[in-house]
C-alpha cells in the first residue's frame, strides 16, 4: 500500500515556476508519475520517473511538456516533485501524482495509487 500527497499548487503568472511535491508513505516506491486534469478534460500524463538500480533513476515526458517540466525524486525515494518552469495558462489544471504502474507509462489507467492533487492556476 502506497499513500501519496501532493502540495505545491498555487495561482501564478504566466511565465513563473512552480515546484510540485509529492509526499509518500507505506511502500517504497520505485516508479511514478505526474497527471494533470483540467475541468471537461480526460487526465493527461505528463512526466514519469523510474529507479533503474540504487540511485540511478530514469525521467521520461509528454512531448507537450518536454523542456519546461522536470520530475526529479529524493533519495529516499519517499519524495517525487515536478517543476514547471514558464507556466502557461493552458497548463491550469489540477496536477496529481500516481505510484504503481508500469515503467515509462504515462497512461493513468496502468496506476493503482493516487494522492488527492493540487490545483495550478496560471493567469496571463
Known amino acids: 500500500q502506497v499513500q501519496l500527497v501532493e502540495s505545491g499548487g498555487g495561482s501564478v503568472q504566466a511565465g513563473g515556476s512552480l515546484r510540485l511535491s509529492c509526499a509518500t508513505s507505506?511502500?517504497?516506491?520505485?516508479?511514478a508519475a505526474w497527471f494533470r486534469q483540467a475541468p471537461g478534460k480526460e487526465r493527461e500524463g505528463v512526466a514519469t520517473?523510474?529507479?533503474?538500480?540504487?540511485?540511478?533513476?530514469?525521467?521520461d515526458y509528454a512531448d507537450s511538456v518536454k523542456g519546461r517540466f522536470t520530475i526529479a525524486r529524493d533519495g529516499d525515494q519517499r519524495t517525487f516533485y515536478l517543476h514547471i518552469d514558464n507556466l502557461k495558462p493552458a497548463d491550469t489544471s489540477m496536477y496529481y501524482c500516481?505510484?504503481?504502474?508500469?515503467?515509462?507509462?504515462?497512461?493513468?489507467?496502468?496506476?493503482?495509487?493516487w494522492g488527492q492533487g493540487t490545483q495550478v492556476t496560471v493567469s496571463s
Open positions: 520517473i523510474w529507479t533503474l538500480d540504487g540511485d540511478i533513476y530514469i525521467a
Open positions: 507505506g511502500d517504497i516506491v520505485n516508479t
Open positions: 500516481a505510484a504503481g504502474g508500469p515503467r515509462r507509462s504515462l497512461d493513468p489507467q496502468a496506476y493503482k495509487y
